[in-house]
Structure formats: C-alpha cells, structure tokens
C-alpha cells in the first residue's frame, strides 16, 4: 500500500546527504519492527506418522544423510485379537503356532497398536517402508513415537515463511535473479541434485517438473495458492507410486504475493552458492554452515520494505512523516526511506522492518 509518488521532506534542502560517512540518522528509527535475518540456534522438527518406526533416540549425534526412521508406505489399519499387557503405540508381531504352516503370505505380519475396542486391536500397518534420512547433521533432542522427533541442527538458518515436500539437502545454485522467474523449460538436467533460488515465483508446472528431472529442493520469493495446492496433489499422487523418488522441498520466503527475493535475503543466498544447504519444513527455513560465510551486517539506518509496491527493496532511514494518506483512502503513520540517490519516499511503517 505504500505511495510511490515522490515527495521532499519540508527540511530536506537543510539536510546532509543520508549516505556520506558519519550521518546522522534521522530520529523514528526505533518505531519500525525488527527481526533477524538468520537464527544461530535451529531446532529441526521432523513429523513421524502412526506406526513409522524411529531408528534413533535422544542424544545421539546424526550426521547428514544418517537413517532416522521407517516410514510405512501407504498405511493401513489393519483388525487383530487382543493381547494381554498390549499399550498404545507398542509394536505387534504377528505369532504363528509351532509347527503351523501356510502357503500365503502375510502382507501384514508387523504393524504399531493404536487403539483396543470390543476385545480386538486396531493396528496400522503397510508391506512396504522407507527410509527417512537426516538432511542435516546435528543433535537428537526428543523423540515422540507416531509424531515426530527434534534434532538440534548443526549451523545456521535464513527462515522462510511456508514450506512444502520433505525435508531435503544439496548444493545451493543461482537460477534466476532475485526478482525472476523460472519456466518449465528452463529447467535443465545438471542441476539435478541442487536446491534452486528461482526468483520471485515458480508455477506448479516447474516444480513437478524440476522434482522429475532430480533437482531436490526449490527456494522462492512468493508462491500463489493455486500453484500450491497443484504442487499438493501431484506429491499426494507420487507417493502412491510404486518407486521412491528422492525428497524434494520448496521453501517460500516472503508469501502469496508476487515480490522480488528481498535484497538481504538475496546477498545471502548469494554467497551460500555452491555450498551445501538444507531445506526443513518446521521450522520453513534454508539450513546452512556459517563457517567460512560472511554475514554482513546492515549500515545504521538501513530499513527494509516487506510489502506494498515496493516490496523487496532496501533503502535508508530519512525520518518521520506524519500520517500520509495512501492509495484506497487509508491514512496511516508513514516514514521517509531514500532509495539510492532519489528524494525520500513516504512508506507506511507497517510496511518497513529492520534486520539485526
């Protein structure tokens, strides 16, 4: 909702130039919202289902790619005679008498107990598991049978807002810039096995195609709710398929609306490219090393625009200016943010944020 057209400050002719070295920042500063940009401490949360089977417990150290549970494959709640001292949760084995044979094949012959009823428990389980690797290294903090486990991750975070697929790792690329968009036919196969930073948007075309062409995660500035509940359905019918492919996650970093790759955001990603990253989906994040990358802080005064028109780009701080009104009749508190060399623009508070 920010106003573009370009006003002056009633003082801006007796003011000194907001970049040169020294200058003082205009007081209203510390009205606008703060947060940071990358979180040192990441606790990664992995949803477990009824009747996946954890392979680790808390405490221990897990490496990247290291084997965290059993996923069952199409689950189903199967009907068998109670037992005595049988809990909720514990696993059941199916026993056969000494000395009884038979020719069929049990395709349930291991499930977990969910619930008793009428002398007979409901156990789920499935002919077919997966395997669900770490996709970062770290510490097993909790581990909650039938609903998920907690891993204390190893590095750095650049949070996202939504994430969808599965948690995923791999090097990091640069596909488009930060205000692009990445077609289908764009996509090429030696990117398979990177995370993509694509830009402004991507449609659900492109992402069903980059999951079969192997690439294993896509970073992207905004993601519309048609094109998500697109890319829902085709992961909901590749799971029912017969073969596994490996995960593949999308993190969305600003929201619905289409705006460029926030410039802080951006310059990150930037220097992470080639390195080895992690997508989680709780919280929706990109996981890094920090070890060798330089995250630069923000020059005093630098205010960032989070939504409006001018979403996505950085300015400085040039002081108050009152209440404005914007478009749609909406009078609100607004300040002065100077692009580059261009007079202040009034932009609406709510509007503004710094990052620390």
Known sequence: MSETMVQRPPDAERRASPNAPGARIPPGLDLIPHRTLVEHTVDAWLPLRPGDRARVSPGDAVTLGAPLAERLRLPKIVEVPARF???PGERWARTVASGASSNRR????AGELLFESNGRWRIVAAEHHDIIESPLAGIVREVRPGIGLSIRAAGAALGGVLALGDPTHGRLEIATDADGEL????????????????GARIDAEALTRARAMGIRGIIVATLPGKDRRDFLASEGRQRAGLHR??????????????????????????RLAGKEVAILGGPPSVVFDPAGVVLEPDPPGTVHVRSGPLAGRTGRWAGLAGPRRFPGGLHLEAGFVRFGDEW????????????V
């Open 183 to 198: 077609r289908p036919r764009s996509l090429d196969v030696g990117s398979a096995g990177a995370i993509l930073v694509v």
């Open 344 to 355: 202040p623009v009034p932009i609406p508070l709510a509007d503004l944020e710094r990052l």
């Open 85 to 87: 001292g049988g809990r």
């Open 106 to 109: 049990d395709p349930h012959p």
């Open 245 to 270: 492919l490996p995960p593949f996650g999308v993190v969305v970093l600003h929201g619905s609306q289409r705006r460029p790759i926030a410039s802080a955001a951006m310059g990150l990603l930037q």
